[in-house]
């Protein structure tokens, strides 16, 4: 398995501004994920960050908007830019590890956009 | 498109009942297969992983899977009000994870 922590656990901006998302892992693993979860509503990919190359973006989803990094196999970023009140979400990083390939989920940032 | 579909619920049972929990999946490539718990306003809690055909029984929790029917389903015995929560199938296809939409369980006291 994977212990994932995540910074900050909630926070609660303003409209226009961008607030930076960390995503840290106990052990290397080289594919990461990005969700979003809107309350009541499933899993929506963001994107796939892994390291070395440049991330991928869901549909609808675009990098200026939802910038990421990924220096290190342990550790990414998920930044969303000049927020709006519909960016109120729930955002969650997962890794990949162990036999078979398996997803394992962070304790998610709860973000509420004023 | 792959899909992978759920009754949303909400499905309710009684305390001690057994829950049953179904998923159907369109791709045959499907690898591996997973069960998520998620409690209101947590993250995915990872239950079980089936890839072999047949049943894989984790305490109260069995998976079932079926490949040629393209179904995935989870049990819970002696169902208890801690199990209420929304419970997510996954499918692994190579570097690829799709879910489903959730199905909400509510166990009655």
């Known amino acids: 398995s994977a212990v994932i922590s995540q910074k900050p656990s909630r926070d609660i901006c303003q409209r226009g501004t961008s607030l930076t998302i960390q995503c840290q892992v106990d052990?290397?693993?080289?594919?990461m994920f990005w969700y979003r979860q809107q309350p009541g509503q499933s899993l929506t990919l963001i994107a796939t960050a892994n390291q070395g190359s440049e991330a991928t973006y869901e549909s609808g989803f675009v990098i200026d908007k939802f910038p990421i990094s990924r220096p290190n196999l342990t550790f990414s970023t998920l930044t969303v830019s000049n927020m709006s009140p519909e960016d109120s979400s729930i955002y969650l990083c997962s890794v990949v590890a162990g036999a078979p390939d398996t997803q394992y989920f962070g304790p998610g940032t709860r973000l509420t956009v004023l | 498109q792959k899909e992978v579909e759920q009754n949303s619920g909400p499905l309710s049972v009684p305390e001690g009942a057994i829950a049953s929990l179904n998923c159907t999946y369109s791709d045959r490539g499907s690898q591996s297969f997973f069960w998520y718990r998620q409690y209101s306003g947590k993250s995915p809690e990872l239950i079980m992983f089936i890839y072999s055909n047949g049943d894989k029984e984790d305490g109260r929790f069995t998976a079932q899977l079926n490949k040629a029917s393209q179904y995935v389903s989870l049990l819970i015995r002696d169902s208890q009000p801690s199990d209420s929560a929304t419970y997510l199938c996954a499918v692994n296809e190579g570097n690829q994870f799709y879910f489903g939409t959730g199905t909400s369980l509510t166990v009655i006291p």
């Open positions: 052990s290397q693993v080289t594919m």
